[in-house]
């Protein structure tokens, strides 16, 4: 699977989730764009640097070739040379013998910096054969309320621009609040030129996304692609899928986690921290109601009392120093009053910090990345990170292995001593100050291959309190939660039986 993103950076690794939500990272430390997420949590796969392009990293390699010489003095225009290098990251998937490129091309059709990608997989389907592609076009089709109709012509036009390009559409999938009716799928048939039968209808579903792929198989979506590529058509195996959709729509009980961020308004910006939790919910049949906190709101200990009516807390990571010290905050309360905690990369650095400040007594202390002049920097950057002056793709990224503890809480979740984690930061803890932090009840519980960075943390005197310097979220999938996204909210449905 391949995501094709038509703006201008290399990769979102630089950018703001205000504008672009969250950054996910791949086993193979690439920052990609959030959807690589939802392609490994709806199919299990692992995604690589290979499934996210974006017209920066294509014009890119393509201003190196020229300057090497490469095009051996000819003119580099868009096309051909911007649409080779596409269809030649389209096509290096073969090399991993794979035999079914699923390609997203992202942005709406009609987007100026688009139109190389559309350009591209036209030429794909000229020199692969039409029967040997298939173009899917996604369209939102409007419903007006105030006249109680919906509108088909925002499709009717982004339709008529693909065939502009070239681009016949072989089904449309219909994004819609509404269900569509018979009479509106035949007339979006017959304006865009697709058959009846290949007007897919998207309607918003109740519960949960996962239900989207049993809604589309139902409208025969998987049997049109089958049918396309003349391939076999055996029915899908969508059991254990349905039974986890079953599981969320009807669960046994609910538990509340309150999840204190930086961007607590924003969906898109934990976005796998959230899907990550709700699996965690479903491996105890519980739905879990998230309640986001923003950290700003609690800082100077104002706002508590919104800690106080939830049976988990998570810390997730982030950069910068705003709302540090509301996080802090509702550490501290975690760590009083017993609640079940995760704390994720910076939330992770935050607990080091709350514990250095309040149950060791270093006052001052902080990590270098929000105060350089900290008295006791028990969180500082990594050795590796110390020359660098290029932002983009430089943090430490990616799946490293990590060693855990016997007898601790991490190992009780993961269950075994070995297991790889994805990273994205610059910051680690201050060896230096682990000793004192230890003697007062911290605990390592996992620790890089050669033993010099921490990993995990825990506290010896609380009920479940784990924080790790890697992103559990972004190997979570539905069918398959996390280890300790799932013994998070088992001890928050725990707490939630036997209030403290
Ligand atoms: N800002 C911190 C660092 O760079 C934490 C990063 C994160 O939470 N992803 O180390």
């Known amino acids: 699977m391949q995501k094709l993103d038509p703006y201008l950076n290399i990769d979102p690794g ?14 193979d430390g690439a920052e990609t764009d959030l959807d690589l997420g939802h392609y490994e949590r709806f199919t299990g796969l692992e995604m690589s640097r290979k499934s996210n392009y974006t017209s920066g990293r294509i014009y890119w390699e393509v201003l ?131 058959p009846h039968h290949a007007v897919m209808v998207e309607q918003d579903v109740n519960h949960t996304i996962y239900e989207v792929p049993v809604v589309l198989s139902e409208q025969g979506l998987d049997d049109l692609i089958l049918v396309h590529f003349r391939l076999a058509r055996p029915s899908a195996h969508l059991e254990a899928w349905q039974a986890m959709v079953n599981n969320v729509i009807q669960p046994e009980g609910s538990v509340r986690i309150g999840v204190i961020g930086k961007y607590a308004e924003l969906q898109d910006a934990y976005k796998s921290i959230f899907e990550a939790i ?109 020359d660098l002056a290029d932002m983009g793709g430089t943090m430490h990224l990616g799946a490293h292995t990590c060693f855990i503890k016997p007898g601790t809480c991490a190992y009780e979740a993961y269950g075994t001593e070995r297991i790889r984690e994805r990273h994205r930061h610059r910051y680690e803890v201050n060896l230096k100050y682990l000793p004192r932090m230890e003697e007062k009840g911290l605990l390592v519980s996992g620790r890089s291959e050669d033993g010099k960075l921490v990993k995990i943390i825990e506290l010896k005197d609380h009920p479940w309190f784990v924080a790790t310097q890697f992103h559990p979220e972004f190997k979570s999938q539905p069918l398959n939660p996390h280890p300790l996204f799932k013994a998070f909210v088992g001890h928050a449905i725990e707490k939630q039986a036997v209030p403290s």
């Open 14 to 27: 630089t950018m703001s989730p205000y504008q672009h939500g969250e950054v996910f990272v791949t086993e």
């Open 64 to 194: 190196e070739k020229e300057r090497r010489g490469d095009y051996l003095g000819t003119t580099v225009q868009m096309i051909p040379h911007i649409t080779d290098e596409i269809k030649a990251k389209i096509r290096q998937l073969d090399d991993d013998g794979v035999d079914v490129v699923i390609c997203e091309i992202g942005g709406t059709v009609g987007d100026i910096e688009g139109l190389t990608f559309l350009e591209a997989i036209r030429q794909i389907g000229l020199e692969e054969g039409r029967e040997n592609v298939m173009y899917i076009h996604l369209t939102y089709v409007p419903y007006i309320k105030a006249a109680g109709e919906v509108k088909t012509k925002p499709t009717q036009q982004s339709v008529a621009k693909l065939r502009e390009i070239g681009i016949l559409p072989d089904a449309l999938i219909c994004r819609t609040e509404v269900d569509l009716s018979d009479d509106v799928r035949k007339k979006l048939s017959l304006f865009c030129n697709v």
């Open 278 to 386: 709700h699996h965690g919910g479903v491996a105890h049949r519980h739905r879990v109601e998230i309640v986001k906190i923003p950290a700003e709101e609690i800082e100077d200990g104002k706002g508590l009392d919104r800690l106080t009516n939830v049976s988990g807390l998570l810390v997730p990571g982030g950069f910068g120093n705003r709302g540090v010290e509301g996080k802090i905050r509702a550490i501290q309360s975690a760590r009083e009053e017993g609640t079940p905690f995760l704390g994720i990369c910076l939330g992770l650095q935050c607990a080091v910090i709350e514990f250095a400040r309040h149950a060791v007594g270093l006052d001052g202390a902080h990590s270098t990345e929000i105060d350089s002049s900290t008295p006791h920097p028990v969180v500082c950057l990594m050795e590796e990170q110390e």
